[in-house]
């Protein structure tokens, strides 16, 4: 034991520290960590559409996912013969210690078995929540009712949108 620093003080500033160092996701502030916030925000391209049971790639799909200063925006295309559908929409986002909230001002979707054979709806979707944690080298985000996931595969630099049941919706890869 070394006199100039008895144990239990040392105990008691290695215990001072736990308690006010960060988790892994969340950070002082009411905010994740910078590192969880930048794996999400940032833009990335939509690389796989999965529709049907099929896996669609460019050039028969098209789209962009965008998380900057509080807005995020989506636009994805894709026709085929598997139909038509298109989506330009923005809205904003939200922090919380160890949540990320987000939601559509605007959303235009068309949608039809062609181009020239289309409904467009225009709606706003409301604000969702989703918890954030860690899975090894995995970022996921997922609602409270579990119907949508966000896995983040933070070394390949590509995330997978999916239902609650576990089937892949689309894949994007980070581009910035």
């Known amino acids: 034991m070394n006199k100039r620093h008895p144990a239990w003080k040392r105990d008691l500033c290695i215990l001072a520290l736990l308690l006010t160092s960060a988790s892994p996701v969340m950070a002082q502030g009411g905010q994740p960590d910078d590192a969880v916030r930048a794996i999400i925000e940032g833009t990335w391209a939509l690389v796989e559409w999965h529709v049907d049971g099929r896996v669609i790639d460019p050039?028969?799909?098209d789209g962009w996912w965008m998380v900057h200063d509080g807005v995020v925006m989506a636009t994805?295309?894709?026709e085929g013969d598997?139909?038509?559908e298109s989506t330009a929409g923005y809205g904003t986002y939200t922090w919380g210690p160890t949540s990320w909230t987000y939601g559509y001002d605007r959303s235009e979707d068309r949608r039809g078995?062609?181009?020239d054979?289309?409904?467009l709806?225009?709606?706003a979707i409301p604000q969702r929540t989703f918890e954030i944690t860690w899975d090894g080298g995995h970022?996921?985000?997922e609602d409270a009712a579990r119907t949508l996931r966000w896995d983040y595969d933070v070394d390949d630099r590509t995330f997978l949108l999916m239902a609650g049941s576990g089937r892949v919706i689309r894949k994007y890869r980070r581009v910035d």
Do not use: C, F, K
Request: net charge neutral.
């Open 82 to 84: 598997q139909g038509y």
């Open 59 to 61: 050039p028969e799909m």
């Open 76 to 78: 994805r295309h894709r």
């Open 139 to 141: 970022l996921i985000l």
């Open 117 to 119: 054979d289309t409904t």
């Open 113 to 115: 078995s062609a181009s």
């Open 121 to 123: 709806v225009i709606q």
